[in-house]
């Protein structure tokens, strides 16, 4: 019985734990992946996803998702949608529809309520200070506004060979109004084949997006590749091609998992992701870019959590 799950960054962790326990007791991989992805959403202390999600420039929170079923290629997505509890529960729902299964905006924002999704302010007093300071600093000192753009992103298979993707972001921090990363955007952001696997995809979206780099992964396993050299080749081949005929290439790092349960990762940042399968418990690995387009990966330290415990728990100083 193989069965699995993996999901970018450390914050995915306690998700990717209660998604195990759904898939190894014989739960369905959409259940599991949006559950995963509700875990992250809810906590507030996460500045990239959902609830204590930080804002646009306008100060105002815009969230992106996405859900898409590997068996039927079913896909469901928002963009910019405003006061839903959870997201990823809304680009669901929408996956079921043949027609209008991607919303944005407003009309993202009204689906949800009429279809009875929970209604909440997502922007907690936290994130509006943090903003506030972000502003000021950018004004006071001629400063790039951007800074942070972690997407939960995850892949999940069951025992039943079935498999699912979903994302969840509120985007780049400072971003301009109406501003859409890759994150719900199926083959940029997402992609799943249950007879083949799937990726998600982490970063800088305006770049992400140039390359439908999920979709590459997932077309490079069914060609026999193994997740970790399709993920390996997608990425490190496609940041070179960025470089050289766009001149810079932003922040990309994708997670994977075959229908066999075995997973890859790639990165050209500093990047910690969490897995777990029927082979392996829960855990928290960091990933660097490392020699001859290959990925370097080593399981997380004690004090590099209790690190970032305390740094995403600090307070917000005036």
Not at 210 to 216: I, N, T, V
């Amino acid at each position: 019985m193989k069965w699995g799950a993996i999901a970018t960054w450390r914050m995915a962790h306690d998700g990717v734990k209660k998604a195990g326990d759904i898939l190894k007791n014989g739960g369905k991989a959409g259940d599991g992946v949006e559950v995963l992805i509700k875990t992250v959403e809810d906590y507030p202390f996460y500045k990239s996803v959902g609830y204590g999600g930080l804002p646009n420039e306008e100060g105002i929170l815009e969230m992106d998702a996405a859900y898409m079923n590997g068996d039927t290629f079913a896909i469901g997505g928002v963009a910019g949608i405003q006061d839903v509890k959870n997201p990823i529960s809304v680009a669901r729902q929408l996956s079921h529809d043949h027609f209008n299964s991607f919303r944005v905006g407003e009309g993202a924002t009204k689906y949800a309520s009429l279809a009875g999704f929970e209604k909440q302010n997502m922007l907690t007093p936290r994130a509006h200070k943090i903003w506030e300071k972000r502003l000021k600093e950018v004004q006071e000192n001629q400063l790039n506004p951007y800074d942070g753009h972690d997407t939960v992103g995850a892949v999940t298979l069951n025992s039943q060979g079935s498999m699912a993707v979903g994302t969840s972001s509120s985007g780049l921090f400072m971003k301009k109004a109406g501003r859409v990363g890759d994150s719900p955007l199926s083959g940029s952001g997402f992609y799943v084949d249950s007879e083949v696997g799937g990726a998600s995809a982490t970063g800088l979206g305006e770049d992400l997006m140039k390359g439908c780099l999920s979709y590459e992964i997932v077309r490079l396993m069914k060609e026999g590749l193994t997740p970790q050299a399709a993920c390996d080749r997608a990425v490190y081949d496609f940041a070179d091609m960025l470089k050289k005929r766009y001149g810079k290439a932003g922040a990309m790092s994708l997670v994977a998992m075959n229908n066999q349960g075995e997973w890859g990762v790639a990165t050209n940042v500093e990047f910690t992701f969490s897995v777990v399968n029927h082979k392996e418990e829960a855990a928290i690995y960091i990933a660097h870019p490392g020699e001859n387009h290959t990925t370097s990966i080593a399981p997380i330290t004690q004090e590099w959590l209790d690190a970032y415990e305390k740094r995403i728990k600090a307070p917000i100083e005036d």
